[in-house]
């Protein structure tokens, strides 16, 4: 099949119409909410920060290892500071950030 003026057809910038305009302005138009709404949605979900709560990242035998306890369980891992030697200088600010004594019991 032989496409007559193909080549004239193609060297011409597109005629959009203000069907396609408008079109085109809706799905942009769409887009730009869609992004908001998940802005909003991921600035304002999710738990607030406990206060209660230990946090610690340390170097451990594979790599990285991480404590993260709240309430009793992280008053309990503060009061024993027997069963994380090691990890004093790393724990006694996050015991004291949560409000919990170091070492004692």
Same mark, same amino acid.
């Given at each position: 099949?032989?496409?007559? $003026?193909?080549?004239?057809?193609?060297?011409?910038?597109?005629?959009?119409?203000?069907?396609?305009?408008?079109?085109?302005?809706?799905?942009?138009?769409?887009?730009?909410?869609?992004?908001?709404?998940?802005?909003?949605?991921?600035?304002?979900?999710?738990?607030?920060?406990?206060?209660?709560?230990? $946090?610690?990242?340390?170097?451990?035998?594979?790599?990285?290892?991480?404590?993260?306890?709240?309430?009793?369980?992280?008053?309990?891992?503060?009061?024993?500071?027997?069963?994380?030697?090691?990890?004093?200088?790393?724990? @006694?600010?996050?015991?004291?950030?949560?409000?919990?004594?170091?070492?004692? @019991?």
């Amino acid at each position: 099949m032989i496409m007559q $003026d193909q080549s004239k057809r193609l060297s011409e910038p597109l005629n959009w119409g203000s069907r396609e305009k408008s079109v085109v302005g809706a799905l942009l138009a769409c887009a730009v909410v869609a992004v908001l709404v998940l802005g909003v949605y991921g600035l304002t979900s999710g738990s607030p920060a406990r206060a209660d709560c230990i $946090d610690v990242t340390f170097a451990g035998t594979l790599g990285a290892s991480k404590i993260h306890a709240c309430g009793g369980h992280a008053k309990t891992i503060c009061a024993s500071s027997a069963g994380y030697k090691g990890l004093e200088e790393l724990l @006694r600010p996050a015991c004291r950030e949560a409000g919990f004594a170091y070492g004692r @019991r």
